[in-house]
């Protein structure tokens, strides 16, 4: 802590500015630059001759194409070239595979399936003149009947939205279920209680404060593509470039620089990374694209957009027997989902949420509507959000039915510490979890108790205040790659660590940070291993050609599998460190025991070698032990044995204003449990990012249509995003359950409280307007929504 | 068009088209990239630079307009190498994540300390309400803007206080500040 006196009163600072070789609080290593102004984002890369690239997109969002003339763009001054489907059709690229196998139109040749969809583009000198040229290429449409409503999407006279694939008459995508239906029914039909409630999740978007937008550079005489981009998977885009492209994967280059967040929206290939990449091709020049903000709003991987009806079923005094839950998906135009293949609902079979229960069973349909394509981003974990609104919302439908306090009725139902590993009935394998203490620590920290009596007094004085809990169980950190592959690609990751002679230490991850702070937490993971101090470890990634492959970051899945795979190749030159030591002490290797940074000798602290003095042994001049190579490195690729599964408790306080039904989040408790905590500033701060999120989908956020296919949430000003004032000072609290499958039992944690956030904030909302006889009201809870529920008339937004 | 402004203290002039916007004139043309471009509609914030002191949305700003004034940005805002004491607060308090709204949060803020050294949480809420940060969820931006409002008080103290040489004076500052 530092305190400083402050014109009379005294202030407290924790203390960051610790260097721990290895775990701890640590500031961040990346921050000197950014704060400088001197990130390298793609947008700031600038290179010799470059052009600029604009996308015309439709503005229905279904219409046939009749004619292009792109006469007058072409005639342009300054434009390079102009291009429209039919002209990347003659190539074979005017389709691409989406994500979950799937294709998705790169430019549209028959006809457009939803509004902002990419039509043609342009290439020209300057970013102004390209836009000037979209407004001069004359596109004739025949406007078709649209598919907006998704209840309406499978009725027998919906038109077809996918007639390019072969023999589809109707808009069905895929069905899906898991659990055990019978067994189910079994439960339902024999309870004392079965609550029913439905639930819709809407259609948010994570609107990165940096866009999508790359820049490709291909150099003919060499046949080499670079291409700077906006995604958190640069080794899966390179190997899907090579499969599309035809281009061969070593002469591919894909380098992320810093990106301005991520949030799932920059894992899929869009449409415009690939204009550029043909727009270089063609012109011999490299080529920039950045796509704008209502761009990226109308355009890029939505979320959620999930209409639900869940059943729980239970004993009278509150024992939870059985959840159901039947789920209409909405994929939009194409399937552009980013999820494991075998997975096409991503991991929302964890809707048991963290109850011991009796049964489960769950059926999903997904259909194609005239909306963007997408359908897994903006930090869900693969629809775990969904999964864990649906189990909380239902469990607070329960307790208001049995009139039992929701934080009793959760109590009572936990999975037990001593049931770990704990199969679900869908499935799943818990690794660990100890529910009860995280739970009792967040009721601690709000002061629950109190918070009740406080609610009851205001009751009586007509003030709305609400106190919502949700409490969930998050699957983290896909692989293992014998269940999970996105497009084949095993969701496995290497890394590789190099010990310079001087003691000074590069690793090299497949992984790629959109602000969590990658280059600090991965030298603290080797530093812990290795004894290294981190600032003398460079953390090197998001370059294809320089770090070894792997699947990407996303889903949490950073420090559960790279982070991992950085432990234990750290692991592998420590060994490799201990036979040189050996031979540097002159004792047997067993008579060697290591000190964080140093071997000694058992017994003999006097005699030791530092990691430094075996580095340049490895590198020196002098005979190694017999079998040793030179050098000190190592490389590995870690495939998980399992997900990792964090938990957390979530208390949320609201005061509602009864005159303008305006939501005020008052006080917000989040106690984590993501296992061994590496860099707790670090995790705080995720953290905190993801109840902001929260809060925007909880009471502001939704991308909406109208009834002709129209975005309504096409700019800032209409898709509304938490600023300062709509958030409260967040109130953190930890506990600490190792994963034990996991090397430094570490679990994933950039995604729980996006994941957890909005049902405590809706069950708190729901809790004020308990009053009302309201049971349940839908996302986004803007103030006219709870003024309708105040009137006993809340509507599904959809 | 031929527009001559100071830029971060140097005066520039070159030709511009006159539809061309701020924040294209300081990224593309003067290669002033920590001013950064996220909506074009005056919501994010992340284009915020100074015109004569004053915090502005440069996505919302003509070129043409700054002709003749004073333009500060995230590149201006240390001073001989030095970090101003707002940004050594976003990395002391973790105030960033991918640091996009960065540069504009921090212009804001040292404006807000310009004219009221001791804001109040509030009052540091109300001053980046024009901004959005999507990673950091503000607290921590918060905790980062009262760190150097302490700090500067602290330093300002400490100069009061304890009269002592002027390269003495400005080594303890620099240490008060980097502590």
């Known amino acids: 802590m530092t305190t400083v006196q402050d014109a009379g009163r005294l202030t407290t600072f924790e203390d960051n500015d610790q260097k721990p070789i290895g775990h701890g609080r640590m ?5 000197p630059r950014l704060v400088r102004g001197r990130g390298r984002f793609t947008d700031d890369i600038k290179l010799p001759g470059m052009l600029h690239l604009a996308i015309l997109r439709s503005p229905f969002a279904h219409a046939k194409i009749i004619s292009i003339d792109t006469s007058a763009a072409a005639a342009l001054p300054k434009v390079k070239a102009v291009v429209t489907g039919a002209d990347l059709a003659a190539q074979g690229l005017a389709w691409m595979p989406t994500l979950s196998n799937d294709v998705q139109a790169v430019l549209a040749t028959d006809k457009v399936r939803f ?83 439905d639930i819709v999740y809407p259609r948010v978007h994570p609107a990165p404060m940096e866009t999508c937008g790359a820049v490709a550079d291909y150099d003919a005489v060499e046949g080499k593509l670079k291409l700077w981009s906006t995604t958190q998977a640069p080794h899966a885009h390179r190997t899907l470039y090579a499969i599309v492209a035809g281009l061969p994967e070593h002469k591919i280059q894909v380098i992320s620089p810093d990106l301005g967040g991520g949030f799932g929206n920059k894992v899929p290939i869009y449409p415009g990374y690939v204009c550029a990449i043909v727009a270089s091709i063609v012109t011999g020049k490299p080529v920039k694209w950045m796509e704008d903000r209502s761009e990226n709003l109308i355009s890029t991987g939505f979320a959620r957009d999930y209409i639900m009806r869940g059943e729980i079923a239970a ?52 259909v194609y509507t005239n909306k963007a394509p997408g359908g897994v981003a903006y930090a869900c974990s693969f629809r775990i959000t969904e999964a864990v609104y649906l189990v909380e919302r239902i469990v607070d439908c329960l307790a208001a039915e049995l009139g039992m306090d929701p934080a009793e009725l959760r109590l009572k139902n936990f999975i037990k510490p001593e049931q770990f590993p704990y199969t679900t009935k869908t499935g799943w394998v818990y690794d660990s979890g100890d529910y009860e203490p995280t739970m009792r620590l967040a009721m601690d920290m709000a002061g629950y108790a109190d918070l009740r009596k406080e609610q009851a007094e205001k009751r009586t004085r007509g003030e709305l205040m609400g106190i919502g809990i949700a409490f969930f169980t998050e699957a983290v950190g896909a692989g293992p790659r014998k269940d999970m592959d996105i497009l084949g690609l095993g969701m496995a990751d290497g890394c590789e660590l190099r010990v310079h002679p001087t003691g000074k230490a590069v690793v090299r991850l497949s992984v790629q940070s959109q602000g969590q702070g990658h280059e600090t937490t991965f030298a603290q993971i080797v530093a812990e291993e290795i004894g290294i101090p981190p600032a003398d470890i460079d953390v090197v990634h998001g370059d294809t050609d320089n770090t070894p492959f792997g699947l990407g970051t996303y889903g949490s899945r950073s420090t559960p599998v790279s982070g991992a795979a950085a432990a234990l190749v750290a692991r592998k030159v420590r060994d490799k460190a201990r036979l040189i030591a050996s031979a540097m002490l002159e004792v047997s290797v067993a008579d060697l025991e290591w000190q964080k940074g140093s071997f000694q000798v058992k017994g003999d602290p006097g005699k030791s070698v530092t990691i430094q003095d075996i580095a340049m042994r490895a590198h020196g001049a002098g005979d190694l032990p017999d079998g040793v190579e030179g050098g000190l490195e190592a490389q ?42 590496i860099n707790p500033m670090i995790i705080e701060g995720q953290v905190h990012g993801g109840l902001t999120d929260g809060v925007g989908m909880a009471l502001m956020e939704m991308i909406a249509f109208d009834e002709d296919g129209n975005c309504l949430g096409a700019s800032l000003m209409d898709y509304l995003i938490p600023t300062a004032l709509e958030v409260p000072d967040w109130e953190t609290g930890f506990t600490v359950t190792p994963s034990p499958h996991h090397p430094i039992g570490a679990k994933g944690v950039g995604e729980s409280a996006t994941v957890g956030s909005p049902p405590a904030i809706v069950n708190a909302v729901v809790d004020a307007l308990a009053p009302f006889g309201v049971r349940h009201a839908d996302m986004p809870l803007t103030p006219s929504r709870v003024w309708d529920a105040m009137r006993g008339a809340p509507q599904p937004p959809i | ?76 805002l240390a001073k001989n190498g030095k970090l101003d004491p707002v940004q050594e607060g976003f990395v002391q308090c973790h105030g960033l994540q991918c640091g996009f709204c960065t540069p504009g949060m921090l212009m804001t803020a040292r404006a807000l300390l310009d004219r009221n050294p001791d804001p109040t949480e509030t009052e540091i809420r109300q001053a980046i309400s024009g901004q959005i940060c999507r990673c950091t969820g503000y607290a921590s931006i918060v905790r980062s803007v009262r760190w150097a409002s302490v700090h500067e008080a602290q330093a300002a103290l400490d100069a009061t206080s304890a009269p002592e040489s002027d390269a003495a004076d400005e080594a303890k500052q620099a240490q008060e500040v980097s502590s």
């Open chain 1, 27 to 31: 500031l961040r290593k990346e921050d």
């Open chain 1, 115 to 197: 509004q902002g969809q990419e039509v043609a583009f342009v290439v020209a000198e300057d970013r102004y003149t390209a836009r000037d040229a979209l407004e001069l290429i004359d596109v004739e449409y025949e406007v078709l009947d649209v598919v907006i409503d998704v209840r309406q999407a499978l009725a027998p006279d919906a038109p077809v939205i996918r007639d390019d694939l072969d023999g589809k008459t109707n808009n069905h995508c895929f069905d899906w279920e898991t659990g055990d239906k019978d067994a189910t029914e079994a439960v339902f039909a024999a309870a004392d209680v079965v609550v029913s409630q």
């Open chain 2, 1 to 76: 068009m031929q527009v001559s402004m100071t830029v971060n203290d140097v005066e520039v002039s070159e030709e511009i088209e006159g539809r061309q916007l701020l924040v294209h004139f300081l990224r593309d043309q003067l290669g002033l990239t920590g001013t950064h471009w996220g909506c074009d509609t005056s919501n994010c914030g992340t284009c915020v630079v100074w015109l004569d002191g004053e915090p502005v949305k440069s996505c919302t700003v003509l070129t043409a307009m700054a002709g003749g004034h004073e333009v500060r940005t995230v590149e201006g």
């Open chain 1, 636 to 677: 590995i690729c870690y495939n998980p044995s399992n997900l990792t599964y964090p938990h957390g408790a979530y208390i949320c306080v609201v005061d509602i204003d009864p005159g303008t039904a305006q939501v005020k989040v008052r006080r917000f408790i989040a106690v984590d449990d993501c296992g061994t905590r």
């Open chain 1, 315 to 366: 004993t009278r005094d509150g024992k939870i027997l059985a959840i159901r839950t039947d789920v209409l998906a909405d994929h939009g135009a194409f399937n552009g989902t980013a999820a494991p293949v075998k997975y096409p609902a991503g991991f929302f079979g964890v809707f048991t949420g963290s109850y011991d229960i009796e049964a489960a069973y769950c059926s999903m349909t997904a």
